[in-house]
């Protein structure tokens, strides 16, 4: 796993960097499985075709607002997967889509957004072009719970993802957004071998997407 500070652009390897992050606690949750799921993740022993990155982020809006952008251009990943925690979720859900809406609710310090929208100027929603259907088939396969959601919500995991997703689109890049429920639903060894598996599958088909320009995972 790279540092960013010490290692920026992943000193311009060819290999594509794939950012990995999660957030700390928020108000309700003193313990977010989330942060610790990417530190995890982010340092298993890096596949050989990539270069990984982990951040886990304060669950404040402005802090959210701010780090991802310095990502984005510290790093300029060629893959973002985010993971968040979805306190009543009772599977692992891949998030097809954000939107550009912020919910007026207070974050980790008690602050709230101060707007209404992500991003002023943009449209109303952005969708990954990562094949969700055709992962979470992938994670069935192996009897882990998942399934596609259609709204990330409007809170800060909606926020983070409509900014990764707005980057993507200007930078030829992809990124996914993960709801992943507490662990008393779905164990950490669960957890753990389901995003390790989703970070195979999507940088594979990211691979894919570069070297044929089509969806790889999508049938003929």
Not at 41 to 68: G, I, N
Not at 104 to 133: F, K, N, Q
Not at 178 to 191: E, Q, R, W
Request: hydrophobic letters at 40%.
């Amino acid at each position: 796993m790279a540092d960013v500070s010490s290692d920026p652009l992943a000193n311009d390897s060819a290999k594509p960097r794939v950012l990995i992050t999660g957030f700390g606690p928020f108000p309700g949750v003193v313990e977010n499985p989330s942060g610790w799921l990417a530190e995890r993740v982010a340092s298993m022993e890096t596949p050989t075709d990539c270069m990984l990155y982990r951040a886990v982020f304060p669950a404040e809006w402005h802090a959210v607002a701010s780090r991802v952008a310095y990502f984005h251009q510290a790093i300029r990943p060629r893959l973002m997967i985010h993971f968040g925690l979805q306190v009543e979720a009772m599977d692992i859900q891949l998030e097809a889509r954000a939107h550009n809406q912020a919910e007026s609710r207070p974050d980790a310090c008690g602050a709230h957004p101060g707007r209404s929208d992500v991003i002023t100027g943009c449209g109303d929603m952005l969708e990954t072009w990562l094949p969700v259907d055709a992962l979470v088939a992938r994670l069935q396969e192996e009897q882990i719970p998942s399934s596609v959601s259609q709204s990330c919500g409007r809170y800060l995991c909606n926020d983070l993802y409509f900014r990764s997703l707005h980057w993507a689109e200007q930078n030829g890049s992809d990124a996914l957004f993960v709801h992943v429920p507490h662990i008393h639903v779905l164990s950490m060894d669960t957890l753990i071998r389901a995003a390790e598996m989703i970070l195979q599958e999507t940088l594979h088909a990211v691979q894919l997407q570069s070297k044929f320009g089509a969806d790889p995972m999508e049938s003929p």
